[in-house]
């Protein structure tokens, strides 16, 4: 008990930590880079969306060439899960 209450009056009580409030210029700069990040993100999608539009053609073209082999790596996964049983 002696040991534990010498523990217990050794330690430092810990320092309480004050949240200090943002400054405008920091809350107005986070707003900022969150604007901007999400500007980015929209004309991104938009982009992506668009460039279906514009290959679909060719899209369709690699879906069909990759189709057999999707076709035969599923079959691949059956036949390992068959062994493994």
Aim: net charge negative; with cysteine; proline share 4%.
């Amino acid at each position: 008990m002696a040991k534990k209450k010498a523990k217990e009056e050794s330690e430092e009580p810990e320092e309480e930590v004050q949240d200090e409030p943002e400054d405008e210029e920091e809350s107005k700069g986070g707003f900022l880079k969150k604007a901007v990040k999400v500007i980015l993100g929209l004309a991104l999608i938009i982009v992506g969306i668009g460039s279906y539009w514009y290959w679909w053609p060719e899209l369709v073209l690699v879906i069909k060439g990759c189709l057999g082999a999707f076709v035969a790596l599923i079959g691949l996964v059956v036949i390992m899960i068959g062994v493994s049983d």
